[in-house]
């Protein structure tokens, strides 16, 4: 997991190739426009605080799973050593499903578990602290401009110690997605057109910036990059639509479908 900077951000236009550093304590960006019943995907990391011991027992969890997965990747044990692990994370699993279930991020929220806002810096399958799968991607905002810090590790290979194409594109599904919101407007997620310049290593930081071209109807049009040791990986361009009606509605309509 990588650890933004505690040092203050400084401005950085999107043609630039400075990334400005993470927002930590009253270092506040000033510029975020949110809505208030919205989730706020760049709150400082003074804010990020589990909203429940239950939660903040599940990172510390979801991140010994991360660790656990990246060794499993990198090692060579023994047949008999993997047996052994192989029953003992079986065990543990049946215990996991002995406890209440929880299904989704309306799920937690129905049951009480925290806000939207909330259950999603925990769940995302990119930036959930408490999502075993999540890098996570921690992000911020300065001005009109979205930054974001990940570094993928070996779980997540394509390409001999590169990040796999597949890997890159849900970076920027992600992070465009949450970009959007700076306008006001959010929506889903419309098309994608990424333009992988490079390979994009493993195992180092990377650096991610995004901001708002312009907004057309219920469309919202955003730029992105991906840049490792201070060169562009990748670029991306993603169209976003906001739903006629409430993304909730719609879950419900293709369940009444399916049912």
Same mark, same amino acid.
């Given at each position: 997991?990588c650890?933004?900077?505690?040092?203050?951000?400084?401005?950085?236009?999107?043609?630039s190739g400075?990334m /400005?550093?993470?927002?930590?304590?009253?270092?506040?960006?000033?510029?975020?426009?949110?809505?208030?019943?919205?989730?706020?995907?760049?709150?400082p990391?003074?804010?990020?605080?589990?909203?429940?011991?239950q939660?903040?027992?599940k990172?510390?969890?979801?991140?010994?799973?991360?660790?656990?997965?990246?060794?499993?990747?990198?090692?060579?044990?023994?047949?008999?050593?993997?047996? /052994?692990?192989?029953?003992?994370?079986?065990?543990?699993?049946?215990?996991?499903?002995?406890s209440?279930?929880?299904?989704?991020?309306?799920?937690?929220?129905?049951?009480?578990?925290?806000?939207?806002?909330?259950?999603?810096?925990?769940?995302?399958?990119?930036c959930?602290?408490?999502?075993?799968?999540?890098?996570?991607?921690?992000?911020?905002?300065?001005?009109?401009?979205?930054?974001?810090?990940?570094?993928?590790?070996?779980?997540?290979?394509?390409?001999?110690?590169?990040?796999?194409?597949?890997?890159?594109?849900a970076?920027?599904?992600?992070?465009?997605?949450?970009?959007?919101?700076m306008?006001?407007?959010p929506?889903?997620t419309g098309?994608?057109?990424i333009?992988?310049?490079?390979?994009?290593?493993?195992?180092?930081?990377?650096?991610?910036?995004?901001?708002?071209?312009?907004?057309?109807?219920?469309?919202?049009?955003?730029?992105?990059?991906?840049? /490792?040791?201070?060169?562009?990986?990748?670029e991306?361009?993603?169209?976003f639509?906001?739903?006629?009606?409430?993304v909730?509605?719609?879950?419900?309509?293709?369940?009444?479908?399916k049912?």
């Open positions: 997991m650890n933004p900077s505690t040092t203050k951000m400084a401005s950085s236009r999107p043609g400075t /400005a550093d993470s927002p930590t304590g009253s270092d506040k960006p000033s510029g975020r426009r949110m809505l208030e019943d919205l989730h706020n995907p760049f709150l990391l003074d804010e990020r605080t589990p909203a429940t011991p939660w903040e027992a990172r510390e969890l979801a991140q010994t799973l991360r660790d656990y997965t990246e060794a499993l990747m990198t090692s060579t044990p023994t047949p008999e050593q993997m047996s /052994a692990m192989n029953q003992w994370l079986q065990d543990a699993t049946a215990q996991l499903e002995q209440p279930r929880v299904y989704g991020r309306s799920g937690y929220t129905e049951a009480g578990e925290g806000s939207f806002g909330e259950v999603f810096q925990e769940v995302g399958p990119l959930g602290h408490s999502n075993p799968i999540a890098p996570p991607l921690e992000m911020w905002a300065e001005g009109e401009t979205a930054y974001a810090r990940v570094t993928m590790g070996w779980r997540y290979e394509g390409p001999p110690g590169c990040v796999h194409g597949g890997f890159v594109a970076l920027f599904d992600e992070f465009l997605g949450m970009a959007q919101f306008g006001g407007h929506g889903m098309t994608l057109t333009r992988y310049r490079q390979p994009t290593p493993l195992n180092v930081p990377l650096e991610m910036s995004a901001w708002i071209d312009r907004s057309e109807g219920r469309k919202t049009f955003v730029s992105g990059k991906i840049e /490792a040791n201070g060169h562009v990986t990748a991306c361009e993603g169209i639509i906001r739903p006629n009606q409430p909730t509605a719609l879950r419900d309509a293709v369940m009444a479908e049912s």
